[in-house]
């Protein structure tokens, strides 16, 4: 019966035979890299960056093989050509800048090229001292075909070329002019590439700006700005914020949502059911009867107010980042216009939003599976577009999880295609497959389990897991120590020392940070209860009166944190990052280089806040570009002084209550035999 059914196949392939287009091409492209699922979705870069393409090519036999990189922009026509240089092993790398936001598109390209392997074996049958009088008449033959494919220029000297190498010279003498690298360069620039080899699929790159890799976010409520008991804030207190914002150093100023506030079932202090309408409610049940997501709370201003804000941000280099919140509360005016969006219930009720046991009464989540989903699609991309109109160009979305993929996608590519320069930071603390989904749809930044990463190895997996594997090519991690809605409990309990070590850790470890503030430099950390991740008096329901001023902030090592990042290019990404071992289990120590390697940050944290640490570290010199010959200096960023050490094996201690965390730049070299007589 084997035998039989296997009879039955081959038949089945005979009868069913393999279609060839070209059986004459003999090139093979495979394993092309960077690919993100088979190039389903693009890879991402920012501007100036470059991309870098490895692809096996080779053919069959023994012949040379020719290889190029493809690349353009999407929106332009035709290729922009760069050779590949072989890596052994029929492995070719090559690399394109990217200049333009948008997409590009590269693909790779083989050929045999009979010429190179004519010239090749020559050059074996001259040094094997054999007759190669025919060999140079396959040679002209080849080179007088070249001429039909050559430029006005090169096509004469190719002509000449071919006569001379079957003229009346020497052997001698036609094997040099074969030989030449001349000829060799006029080949190479006019190659027969009928039956060159294409890889199957044109593959994307999405090009975002800067900010999308290299950015520090500031969250603040605006409602808390006025520094005030009592009184609600504006944007025009938000106004008077900037220039604090801008000496702590950050660059983007995330808004929580500033839409008028429901007030059915509003919330109260400490998410308290019940509340009345004196509390100014939570700024995510969004809507009422001053408008819903394309207006702004009266209290806060006008959009004029709002324009002015955008604005005197940017002067001082700040990017105002806007709440993407995609629900309502029960008062929002689409509950009334459009009730088809929403989820009924049997008892002729609407759904409000619910995580078993959790009830948010004040907000109604959209029902995607509505028969007018269209609607609803064409409605939220209106409202992006119409911030982006009012001069915001960063969103972070809430709870992007919540609604389908495909949204998502349509949604963001098709702002993307008008808008290239918009970045969207994705808030969904969920599942690792579902986050890496949404970042492949199209979202620039995503936030990450770092505030749930406490111990050695689990920050060391994890951040290996986002820059070291295929991860990175498409999911930047936006890592934040806390936010409105979570205060870890290594911060309700570590004191002092834990805000500065995870200050430090987010700062270093990630190209792009954030904080909720004042809540973070102020070191608020009572819990709501015990087990909670709330705070206690969530500025979520109430508005504080945040005293900058005091003595004890944390202000200062902001601000010194963001002045490091932004002087040392080694910060500016997260491509090598790498972890180094610590004789203390307590002691995390990793390094960021950048990549031409005139930059090196070390950086090292005792992630205990209540002993002191000591541990041998170790640092693998050679990769680092140090000789281990020889000893090298270390600045420390944060303490302020120079020392030098010698070798690969270097002893430290941090003792918490002075500071958790050293911030070293390694310089391959003492500056002079006087410096270094000094620091001994």
């Not at 080899?197 to 999308?212: G, H, K, M, S, Y």
């Amino acid at each position: 019966m084997a035998v039989q059914r296997m009879r039955s196949q081959l038949e089945y392939e005979r009868a069913v035979p393999i279609q060839v287009e070209e059986g004459r091409r003999r090139a093979v492209v495979e394993a092309v890299a960077p690919q993100v699922d088979g190039g389903r979705f693009p890879i991402k870069r920012t501007l100036g960056e470059r991309v870098v393409v490895e692809a096996d090519a080779f053919a069959d036999g023994h012949d040379e093989v020719r290889v190029v990189l493809l690349h353009r922009r999407a929106t332009v026509g035709g290729w922009t050509e760069t050779p590949m240089a072989p890596l052994g092993n029929d492995r070719w790398r090559g690399e394109f800048e990217v200049t333009h936001l948008g997409r590009y598109v590269y693909s790779v390209s083989a050929w045999v090229d009979h010429f190179a392997t004519w010239r090749r074996d020559l050059q074996k049958r001259v040094e094997a001292g054999q007759d190669v009088s025919v060999d140079l008449l396959v040679g002209a033959q080849l080179v007088n075909v070249a001429t039909e494919r050559a430029d006005r220029e090169d096509g004469p000297r190719l002509e000449t070329w071919a006569v001379e190498l079957v003229g009346e010279g020497s052997l001698a003498s036609r094997v040099k002019l074969a030989l030449d690298d001349e000829l060799a360069d006029l080949m190479a620039r006019h190659p027969n590439r009928a039956l060159a080899t294409t890889f199957e699929r044109e593959l994307e790159v999405v090009v975002d700006p800067v900010r999308a890799s290299f950015s520090a976010w500031y969250e603040l409520f605006p409602r808390s700005t006025s520094g005030e008991v009592g009184r609600h804030g504006t944007f025009l207190d938000v106004i008077g914020r900037l220039d604090y914002v801008a000496e702590l150093g950050f660059d983007v100023l995330y808004l929580p949502p500033i839409h008028p506030v429901g007030r059915t079932f509003r919330k109260g202090a400490n998410n308290a059911t019940g509340g009345s309408e004196r509390n100014p409610g939570v700024p995510w049940a969004i809507g009422g009867p001053d408008g819903g997501h394309t207006a702004i709370h009266p209290e806060l201003g006008t959009l004029e107010d709002f324009r002015a804000l955008v604005a005197e941000a940017e002067r001082r280099g700040i990017a105002i980042a806007l709440d993407l919140a995609f629900q309502s509360s029960p008062d929002h005016p689409y509950v009334r216009e459009h009730p088809q969006w929403y989820r009924q219930r049997p008892d002729g009720t609407i759904q409000y939003a619910e995580n078993p046991p959790k009830k948010y009464q004040d907000i109604y989540p959209f029902d995607f599976e509505s028969e007018e989903w269209r609607g609803l699609w064409a409605e939220f991309d209106a409202v992006t577009r119409y911030w982006i109109r009012q001069g915001v160009r960063i969103f972070r979305v809430d709870n992007p999880h919540t609604k389908p993929f495909v949204f998502w996608e349509w949604l963001i590519d098709g702002i993307k295609r008008d808008e290239p320069d918009v970045i969207f930071l994705a808030e969904a603390f969920t599942r690792p497959k579902v986050m890496y989904r949404l970042a492949k749809l199209g979202f620039s930044q995503s936030y990450t389990y770092f505030t749930w990463r406490t111990t050695k190895a689990e920050l060391a997996d994890y951040f290996t897991e986002l820059t070291r594997s295929g991860v990175q090519e498409f999911f930047r991690p936006n890592v934040w120590p806390n936010t409105p809605d979570i205060l870890h409990e290594g911060l309700q309990y570590g004191g002092r020392p834990a805000f500065e070590f995870r200050l430090v850790l987010a700062a270093t470890l990630a190209a792009s940070y954030g904080i909720y503030g004042p809540a973070y430099e102020l070191m608020e950390h009572v819990a709501r209860e015990p087990g909670s991740e709330e705070y206690l008096n969530s500025e979520k329901y109430e508005i504080k009166a945040w005293d900058l001023d005091r003595p004890d902030s944390l202000a200062p090592l902001v601000a010194q944190l963001n002045r490091i990042r932004r002087a040392h290019p080694a910060l500016h990404s997260n491509a090598r990052l790498a972890f180094h071992p610590v004789d203390d289990e307590r002691l995390l120590a990793y390094s960021k280089r950048a990549e031409d390697g005139s930059d090196i940050v070390l950086t090292i944290v005792n992630l205990d806040p209540h002993l002191t640490r000591s541990g041998m570290l170790h640092l693998p010199l050679d990769e680092l570009g140090i000789d281990a010959g020889h000893p090298f200096e270390v600045d420390d960023l944060l303490a302020g002084t120079t020392v030098i050490w010698q070798g690969a094996e270097n002893r430290v201690e941090l003792d918490p209550s002075r500071c958790p965390a050293m911030v070293l730049s390694l310089k391959p070299h003492v500056r002079s035999e006087t410096d270094f007589e000094y620091f001994l």
